[in-house]
């Protein structure tokens, strides 16, 4: 322990922790517009500047390392005047259009602007070129407008040390400067596989996710139009942080009844088709273990995150044979109410039309695929559902709680850890394990061993039957190269990747935490455990116990992996 004294109180600090962590562990709310959690300090934007008192030398928090005896102050004169002129200068190189900014609600420059009493106009200069810049709307997914970036490399870095991907990186010098695809490429064209974490990053509206809310309210007010949501498992626990509840806290009814507030006809759950993935994964990875083919080797890879199957189709091609044909549970509901839905109910499926609501905005990609008919037709953020919920005047924690739809509105404390990493491998054994032996394992029994140094990938063996089954949990791309890229792949016989550190309750889609980006992790933890507490509390826990599962298969579609099955609810891949 070191002890050091701040604004003239004593306080306890572990040897070698960063000014910043440690101020920020004793509760001192420290403004940063470059940091991020869990990433090494990276000390651009120099607004975590403190004083060392008695010398009126300033130093980065970030940076800054904690030493015995040390003496700081974080709100001195010189402090406050040295933040509020890196912010004036930030404004000076910013276009003042916060009025109408995709961002302006929880904009992080235009927040601590107003804290620290920045001026707009205090700096005129010559402006970076950037800010006549159109923005680029190639994707389908990501805008990126250069005018607004500050170029705090936020996304730089998680794109590319999260990731490992660098899809976008500095570019240019001096007034040139600016963030963007290299060699002139647009988005589109460039290796971004859409996980949108440097849009959950960004601290202005310089990336944001291509806005669907307003054709969603069309089709909400199209009388020949029956409009039919959604919602993922990670977006039950996140919803609330908007309207004031802590990460974590459990909304699922309560956003049912919003949903129909909308004006939506149907709510059904895209735990129903996690249960359904579930089925048909397991299915599979029990025929790839019984005798596998040059087109069917193992390991077997999870193919739900379309950000993992984009990467791998991007940049290991050679590895499509492995991942899971399987579509992802919210297309398998999409395909589902089109194909068997709409004939119970009379509708014409030309006269549906569905809405993913999703942590996640390269759903909006895999929405777009063709081979995937078009069975959604619109994917909402967890952010953009909050802002429908708001033009719409509802405060989603005062509402009473209603039930799902039937018919595809049950789901098993399986489906709902899907939307933490390590939750689709968990379930989709729980199942397999079922269909091996006949027999249900100790689902609290399953205990991953993290493998390496925080490297992102857990390991466990399970014996089934005669068999030991050598299973994987990976977490953000870069670790899942270093496992495609490892002799030990070879070796394995079921991998879950997900692209997003933590999986889909930390997706691109998320509303960003309260606390910003210093309470990201703690934010992610939270809704993983709430999701794991839903399985915990379930009365049934595996996908086969589904009753609306088994009646779908009775009445339908047949036993999982049926030919039926092959067709509704499993896809190929494009190199
Ligand atoms: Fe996910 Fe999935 S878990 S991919 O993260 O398999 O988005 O939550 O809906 O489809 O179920 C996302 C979450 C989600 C799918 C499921
Ligand atoms: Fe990189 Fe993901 Fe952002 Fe694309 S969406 S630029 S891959 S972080
Ligand atoms: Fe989307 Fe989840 Fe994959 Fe992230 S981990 S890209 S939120 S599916």
């Given amino acids: 322990t070191v002890r050091l004294t701040v604004d003239g109180r004593p306080m306890e600090a572990r040897a070698g922790q960063t000014l910043l962590s440690a101020l920020r562990a004793a509760g001192y709310e420290i403004p940063t517009l470059c940091h991020l959690e869990g990433l090494p300090p990276f000390g651009g934007c120099r607004l975590c500047v403190v004083e060392l008192a008695g010398s009126g030398r300033l130093v980065t928090a970030c940076t800054q390392t904690v030493a015995e005896g040390m003496e700081i102050q974080t709100s001195s004169p010189a402090v406050r005047e040295a933040r509020r002129q890196v912010l004036e200068l930030l404004l000076a190189d910013h276009p003042q259009a916060c009025l109408s900014c995709a961002r302006s609600d929880d904009c992080e420059l235009r927040v601590l602007a107003a804290r620290w009493g920045a001026r707009v106009g205090a700096y005129v200069g010559a402006r970076r070129k950037a800010q006549d810049e159109a923005p680029d709307v190639s994707s389908e997914v990501i805008v990126r407008d250069p005018g607004k970036c500050i170029l705090c490399g936020r996304c730089v870095r998680v794109c590319q040390e999260v990731q490992g991907i660098g899809a976008v990186d500095f570019v240019g010098r001096g007034f040139d400067v600016t963030v963007a695809p290299g060699f002139g490429a647009s988005l589109a064209e460039s290796g971004c596989v859409y996980c949108g974490q440097c849009v959950l990053r960004c601290p202005v509206g310089a990336l944001y996710e291509q806005d669907h809310v307003e054709r969603v309210w069309q089709a909400l007010h199209d009388p020949s139009t029956r ?137 909006k990609f895999e929405a777009r695929r063709e081979e995937l008919g078009g069975a959604v037709d619109a994917v909402l953020t967890t952010r953009e559902f909050i802002r429908m919920l708001r033009q719409a005047g509802l405060d989603v924690t005062r509402l009473a709680p209603e039930p799902m739809d039937p018919l595809l509105g049950q789901s098993t404390g399986a489906a709902v850890i899907f939307g933490g990493s390590g939750g689709v491998a968990q379930a989709a054994l ?103 507490g839903i399985d915990r509390a379930s009365p049934l826990r595996c996908a086969h116990h589904n009753p609306e599962v088994q009646a779908l298969y009775a009445e339908w579609l047949g036993s999982p992996g049926s030919e039926r099955s092959h067709r509704v609810l499993h896809t190929h891949y494009r190199p």
């Fill in 430 to 532: 729980r199942t397999a394990y079922h269909m091996a032996t006949g027999q249900d394992l100790t689902p609290d029994a399953l205990e991953w061993t993290e493998l390496g140094a925080g490297g992102g990938i857990r390991r466990l063996d399970v014996a089934l039957g005669d068999r030991v089954l050598r299973c994987a949990i990976v977490d953000g791309l870069r670790a899942a190269r270093a496992l495609l890229e490892s002799p030990e792949f070879e070796r394995l016989d079921f991998v879950e990747v997900m692209a997003c550190p933590g999986g889909c309750v930390g997706g691109g889609g998320q509303p960003r935490p309260a606390a910003g980006e210093a309470g990201s992790v703690e934010a992610r933890l939270a809704r993983a455990s709430a999701l794991a």
């Fill in 227 to 363: 409009v039919v949501a959604q919602i993922a498992p990670a977006v039950r626990v996140s919803v609330g942080e908007a309207f004031g509840t802590a990460p974590g806290a459990p909304l699922t009814g309560q956003i049912v009844a919003a949903l129909r507030w909308l004006g939506f006809d149907y709510v059904f759950d895209t735990n129903f088709g996690a249960d359904l993935t579930v089925m048909e994964e397991a299915a599979e990875l029990l025929r790839r273990l019984s005798g596998t083919g040059p087109r069917e080797p193992l390991p077997l890879l999870t193919s739900c995150c379309p950000a993992w199957v984009k990467y791998l189709e991007h940049y290991f091609p050679e590895r499509l044979a492995h991942l899971s044909t399987c579509r992802s549970p919210h297309e398998m509901v999409g395909a589902v109410v089109k194909q068997h839905f709409a004939a119970r109910a009379g509708i014409d499926p030309e006269r549906l039309f569905v809405v993913s609501i999703m942590p996640c905005t390269a759903k």
